[in-house]
């Protein structure tokens, strides 16, 4: 498949410039002014070339449930979530097909999915997901979520005991399924690849992350995880580690330059040099943060620090939507009041940098993508500077960035298919799609949880929070 778009603004050092951009087999083979057209002309004309950013981190399934749980923290949110999970593989086609569109349509091409398995369904779960990225063509980063313990561990226990049942599946027998599921779907050639993401200290024994350590290098996979969300994981480390998270997977070997962390929310000073030092990526999922009170993370200083950082949109049940133009946004200024010294801020232009080149590290293909250069996959999107929103004419990436576009994707790219054309997804039916979810689904503004109504005593009691009332 061969192409050359014509005249589409590209960025240079400190502007812009128009120019052709050239594709062959996949890749771009060259960008200069007035080229040769080969095949297939695009007009690019009035639009702003970028490379395709990342939805560095979400859980597709959460699409179920959007719009519908009341404000809770995590560990309240969560139990919420469980009760009420998806039990059926078409169920996870859907969701993930919606994620995509919604990721596409906001300037992304590729999604990490921390993807949560239904019990005793967990292959047909992933089939599921790989089915529907591989029809939708977006670039698919799946990390089953696995742990291995039972949700009632993710909370500190205080002075007060809680009741821990055992997880339902083994630790063998979990570390047996990835690696079976690397074998069967790991696909990097067919745009599928699979992470290993242990959920995160909260809920996972140390024989797991190693199992994981050790599966990732046998076949140079990368790592995944949650990372320090809450204040409540910060107290629960100490109790379980005696030292902090950060510090402890530092030790059994879990940090590396392959390894991308989702939230880190509560970092001392101490631990971010160790994600500095151990080159750790940082995925920052701001709506989540703010929707379920977890924190803001303490972006500026990573950056300062050398750490790399990269944005995700979360589930959607804690965001509540994919919008990932919208995370990057709120991602980048909502910083600025952490520190005074607004020489510290982010740029419009370097948030555009940490949603592609620095998701692409994390994921340990900055040499493939990431950015628009010569030899690199045709991962890009077009955005069309004539759309109301990006007018009047100022800044392209300030418009794009600081602004609220809304049908500014006129055309995305990933490994030179175009799956976006005229602001329309090409490759999938996305009328049928809106009809299989609204016909599965119905509307409702009220669900009781037994396991929030099991739990909430505890929460309250370890958080010093009111009991009663
Ligand atoms: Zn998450």
């Not at 960025?11 to 120019?19: F, P």
């Not at 004419?393 to 995305?412: C, E, F, K, Q």
Request: aromatic share 6%; net charge negative.
């Amino acid at each position: 498949m061969s192409f050359t778009i014509q005249n589409a603004l590209v960025t240079v050092e400190n502007g812009y410039e128009t120019a052709d951009v050239e594709v062959v087999d996949n890749c771009i083979s060259a960008i200069a002014q007035n080229l040769e057209p080969v095949e297939t002309i695009i007009d690019g004309k009035n639009k702003l070339l970028l490379p395709g950013f990342v939805n560095a981190h979400t859980h597709s399934s959460e699409m179920w449930q959007r719009g519908i749980i009341p404000p809770l923290p995590l560990e309240l949110w969560i139990a919420e979530l469980y009760d009420f999970t998806p039990l059926e593989p078409e169920q996870i086609y859907l969701s993930a097909l919606g994620t995509a569109v919604e990721t596409l349509l906001s300037g992304g091409t590729s999604v990490v999915d921390h993807l949560v398995l239904i019990p005793g369904k967990e292959l047909e779960t992933i089939a599921a997901a790989v089915r529907a990225y591989q029809e939708i063509g977006i670039r698919a980063f799946i990390g089953p979520l696995i742990q291995d313990e039972s949700l009632t561990a993710g909370m500190p226990t205080g002075d007060s005991a809680i009741e821990r049942a055992a997880y339902t599946r083994p630790t063998k027998a979990t570390l047996e399924l990835m690696e079976t599921a690397i074998k069967q779907f790991h696909k990097p050639e067919k745009g599928v690849n699979i992470l290993l993401a242990p959920t995160g200290i909260q809920l996972c024994s140390d024989a797991l992350f190693e199992g994981c350590i050790d599966l990732g290098d046998r076949y140079n996979i990368c790592l995944h995880a949650h990372l320090l969300e809450t204040s409540a994981q910060k107290q629960l480390a100490h109790e379980k580690y005696g030292c902090s998270a950060v510090e402890h997977l530092q030790k059994i070997g879990f940090l590396t330059p392959r390894t991308s962390l989702a939230h880190c929310v509560w970092l001392e000073d101490s631990d971010i040099a160790i994600l500095a030092e151990t080159e750790s990526t940082v995925v920052h999922n701001p709506l989540s943060n703010l929707r379920l009170g977890s924190g803001i993370a303490p972006i500026l200083k990573y950056r300062k620090a050398g750490v790399n950082v990269s944005f995700g949109c979360d589930g959607a049940a804690s965001n509540d939507s994919q919008d990932l133009l919208e995370a990057i946004k709120i991602g980048s200024i909502l910083h600025n009041i952490t520190d005074l010294d607004y020489r510290h801020w982010i740029t419009p232009r370097q948030s555009v940098e940490m949603a592609s080149q620095g998701a692409a590290k994390g994921l340990n293909v900055a040499d493939e993508m990431g950015s628009l250069t010569v030899g690199k996959k045709a991962d890009f999107v077009l955005y069309d500077l004539t759309s109301l929103s990006l007018l009047p004419r100022t800044d392209p990436i300030g418009l794009l960035i600081l602004g609220r576009p809304t049908n500014a994707v006129n055309s995305v790219w990933v490994n030179g298919q175009q799956i976006v054309a005229e602001g329309k997804v090409k490759t999938i039916d996305v009328d049928a799609l809106r009809r299989e979810l609204f016909d599965r689904s119905e509307w409702t503004s009220k669900r009781q949880s037994p396991m929030v109504g099991e739990i909430e005593a505890h929460y309250r009691q370890v958080m010093k929070l009111p009991i009663g009332g």
